[in-house]
DNA sequence: GGATTCATGTAAGAGGTTACATGATTAT
DNA sequence: ATAATCATGTAACCTCTTACATGAATCC
């Protein structure tokens, strides 16, 4: 249900730090992003396919003596500007903040890319624009059940907001030196 | 990706109100649940037709002369149970939370059902043991990414227990004249 | 000698979605 | 006349998962 394509996004992440092969990808989400984002080999491998299919990576056959052969892929400009696009914009259904937001983080941490503070102020924005619709349509709602439910929404924002905040002064300004 | 079979529940609270058929439990849901649960046409009569392969549900044909004719399905005992069943049990997967829990609730409020604290209060022991687990681990983890995507998680259910609490006392403390 | 690592996949299925088919009746 | 309502479904597709196949190499 779920996440539209964002494992897409993770695999071109990951191929950002230079080229590899399914199995070296798979490696490399279970050490750094674990508990974040699980994918199964599988999917995977079908996924590099349509990929390339897409012409957002390339991909060569690897023939080794003493252990299977194995496909390379590396990004291709269009994957890196997909990419890169997709850091940039804001995740806007809540429900994916904390797997697919964290994900960027992770990402910009791991690639030391520019512009870290303003893509957590851009996901503010965007959770703050969230937050006055709801709390435009809580000061209209009478049914007690749908003002719970707006309220609900209402107190998971504001955390969010506030964890958002957290991360500008904690992780960025930590990583100031990286990106210098 | 999603509610492992939540959907079943909610088909069978649906029908808790009483036996309907698709089309009925489909309006019923646009009309009550809208915002919080909707369910493609095609995915509910499949469903409605395995919930009665499991005898959770039985069915019989109503002929009608002047519109098609129509399945109508009303809970077996084994389903009334199961759905008892599903409304104690808290969420265990704090991303399913809203949209599964306020169901939960949804259907409290609307049959009317006993125990509605209890069901909250089981749920904040729930959430209070997943935040317990995490708060350790982000007294052991000295990686600052790793301790950002904690720190996402404390806060998150932080906010959710301060709503279960304000659950409490503002949805089922106005209730209290039901169930008496 | 047995388990694990390396490496890529296929097949089946779970749980959804959208688009479409059907066809009468009733409201505008 | 045409649009919406009533009523149930099929077909195709999407994303993702688990289980399984394969087979050499290396670790213990």
């Known amino acids: 249900m779920n996440n539209q394509r964002t ?6 992440g990951v191929l950002m730090v230079g080229p590899k092969h399914g199995y070296e990808i798979r490696q490399f989400l279970d050490d750094s992003l674990e508990s974040k984002w699980h994918i199964s080999s599988s999917q995977m491998y079908s996924l590099l396919k349509r990929l390339e299919g897409k012409q957002l990576v ?10 299977p052969s194995k496909r390379v892929y590396s990004l291709m400009p269009k994957g890196k500007e997909a990419f ?17 937001f964290l994900a960027k983080l992770f990402f910009i941490d791991r690639l030391c890319l ?3 503070n303003q893509v957590i102020q851009k996901q503010i924005d965007a959770l703050s624009s969230i937050l006055a619709k709801i709390q435009k349509a809580q000061s209209l709602e009478r049914l007690p059940f749908e003002k719970l439910s707006l309220r609900f929404r209402q107190m998971t924002i ?3 907001i506030q964890w958002l905040k957290t991360a500008v002064v904690e992780f960025i300004e930590q990583n100031k030196h990286y990106s210098r």
Chains 1, 2 share one sequence.
Not at 58 to 67: A, E, I, N, P
Not at 84 to 100: G, K
């Open 58 to 67: 390339k991909s060569f056959l690897s023939v080794q003596t003493k252990r």
């Open 114 to 116: 520019p512009g870290g």
């Open 7 to 12: 494992t897409d996004y993770v695999l071109l």
């Open 158 to 160: 504001e955390a969010h």
């Open 84 to 100: 890169l696009a997709w850091i940039e914009q804001p995740v806007m259904h809540v429900r994916n903040l904390r797997i697919e």
